[in-house]
């Protein structure tokens, strides 16, 4: 297959394309780098089967005569960390809105598959737990994380039109708080915050006092689920996530013992409208694509440690 991948230089893009050359796939993946970052990208220079094009999915792209047919498409662009998409917010709205439109409009033109990265956020500060596909959310239509929460209830509407309406084999994925190697070490999301400070000595900082909870899934995980949903007949969004659930005071205390720091914990105000917990029920991720998670936090973080001190290492 030849396969789009927009956000293809992301934490999750990069990931993904690496999963469709192993597997013998084309990938084109085109990035702007308002977050990604070069480096994701830097061991596919001479790779024949990727060709990397910088764009900004919210132009118009892919539908003139020379750029040629795709089979699949992924939509991975977006900022994703909550300080990137407060810092982005208009960024956020337009590729949530226009960005998706033009994503759509190439797999219509090309009778191409497509899967979005939906997330979690969708459903806000939620009121039901653990999460479940059916549960409608409970969103600040106007608060600062709105940018990026109604960008993605969009994008859904979105993806649920193109099917109904114009037959596009559209898949949507809910994806629930996910790291590894190659998350940006000063994007401000907790693990790749939590690792390098921890790696560096510094104090952690915890937000609020830290008995908010998340549930953490490690990035070959949540691939594998995404690519079982990619080849499934599921149109409606299917969360895919680890439902092992952490206080984030209990993540920061894995992340002591996995990188042998004796940092301490700094306790700073907690961001307006932080979700107070988050779990996905995978209950329908199981039964549709045979799917659990098999990587636990520590194991995880285990994986990943080498890759920040990596980054550690070249000045971050
Ligand atoms: P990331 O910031 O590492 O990657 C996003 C990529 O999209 C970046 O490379 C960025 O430069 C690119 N991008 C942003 N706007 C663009 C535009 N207009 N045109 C072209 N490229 C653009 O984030 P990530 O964690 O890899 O997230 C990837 C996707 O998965 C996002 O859509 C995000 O909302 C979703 N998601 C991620 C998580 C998670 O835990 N990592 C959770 C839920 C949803
Ligand atoms: N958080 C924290 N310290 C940090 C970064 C994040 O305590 O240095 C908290 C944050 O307030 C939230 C959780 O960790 O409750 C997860 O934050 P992240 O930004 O990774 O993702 P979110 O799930 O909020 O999108």
Request: charged share 25%; aromatic share 10%; net charge negative.
């Amino acid at each position: 297959m030849r396969v789009l991948v927009t956000g293809a230089a992301g934490f999750l893009g990069s990931h993904l394309t690496d999963r469709l050359l192993n597997e013998g796939h084309t990938v084109v993946g085109v990035d702007n780098f308002s977050t990604g970052d070069r480096e994701n990208l830097a061991h596919l220079g001479n790779e024949p089967r990727f060709r990397f094009e910088e764009r900004d999915i919210c132009q118009p792209f892919g539908l003139d005569a020379d750029w040629g047919p795709v089979d699949y498409v992924f939509n991975f662009a977006s900022p994703a960390s909550p300080p990137e998409y407060l810092r982005l917010g208009l960024e956020t709205l337009r590729v949530g809105s226009a960005g998706v439109d033009n994503t759509l409009a190439i797999a219509a033109r090309y009778n191409a598959g497509f899967l979005h990265a939906s997330t979690s956020e969708c459903y806000g500060d939620p009121l039901e737990h653990p999460q479940r596909e059916s549960y409608w959310g409970n969103v600040n239509p106007v608060g600062p994380r709105s940018v990026y929460d109604e960008s993605k209830r969009f994008a859904e509407a979105m993806v649920m039109a193109y099917h109904r309406s114009r037959g596009v084999n559209t898949h949507l994925v809910r994806i629930f708080n996910t790291y590894g190697p190659r998350l940006h070490p000063s994007d401000g999301r907790v693990v790749s915050n939590f690792m390098m400070q921890a790696l560096r000595g510094e104090p952690l900082t915890i937000y609020g006092d830290g008995s908010q909870t998340r549930s953490f899934c490690y990035v070959n995980d949540l691939i594998e689920g995404i690519l079982r949903l990619s080849r499934s007949e599921e149109h409606l969004p299917v969360n895919i996530g680890n439902p092992d659930e952490f206080t984030i005071l209990e993540c920061a205390q894995a992340v002591l013992e996995v990188t042998g720091s004796k940092s301490e914990l700094h306790f700073e105000s907690l961001p307006e409208d932080d979700p107070v917990r988050r779990r996905p029920d995978i209950a329908k991720a199981r039964a549709l694509l045979g799917w659990e998670p098999r990587i636990n936090l520590q194991e995880g973080l285990e994986r990943s440690l080498e890759f920040f001190k990596g980054r550690l290492a070249s000045g971050w």
